[in-house]
């Protein structure tokens, strides 16, 4: 049974910095496809990162050059440094991960089996 739980969330001034931290158990396959997705209330879920198992990354234009991706295998962790915080980046953060893909279609929720409960960043003005 894969579970992915994360952490790291809470509120921050604009211009602030948080990382995010995705602890995966239970997850056996060779290759994958890890992201991290934001719903914003009344708003649908996005896309914000992704990362293979090759370390290829793929970044939302909005949080280019303000987010880092990132995966330490040896502690089954995925990570989403964030610097630079705007007050449209509040919104509930997930972690997902799919069943053995390479983030072909790192950008759609379909490409993903698995799914955090999420944790909430707030980033006010």
């Known amino acids: 049974q894969v579970q992915l739980v994360e952490s790291g969330g809470g509120s921050v001034q604009a211009g602030g910095s948080l990382r995010l931290s995705c602890a995966a158990s239970g997850y056996t396959y060779d290759t994958w496809c890890m992201g991290w997705f934001r719903q914003a209330p009344g708003k649908e879920r996005e896309a914000v990162a992704s990362?293979?198992?090759?370390?290829?990354?793929s970044y939302a234009d909005s949080v280019k050059g303000r987010f880092t991706i990132s995966q330490d295998n040896a502690k089954n962790t995925l990570y989403l440094q964030m610097n630079s915080l705007k007050p449209e980046d509040t919104a509930m953060y997930y972690c997902?991960?799919?069943?053995?893909?390479?983030?072909?279609?790192?950008?759609?929720?379909?490409?993903?089996?698995?799914w955090g409960q999420g944790t909430q960043v707030t980033v006010s003005s």
């Open positions: 997902a991960a799919d069943s053995g893909g390479y983030c072909y279609s790192w950008f759609r929720e379909s490409e993903y089996d698995y």
């Open positions: 990362i293979n198992s090759d370390g290829d990354t």
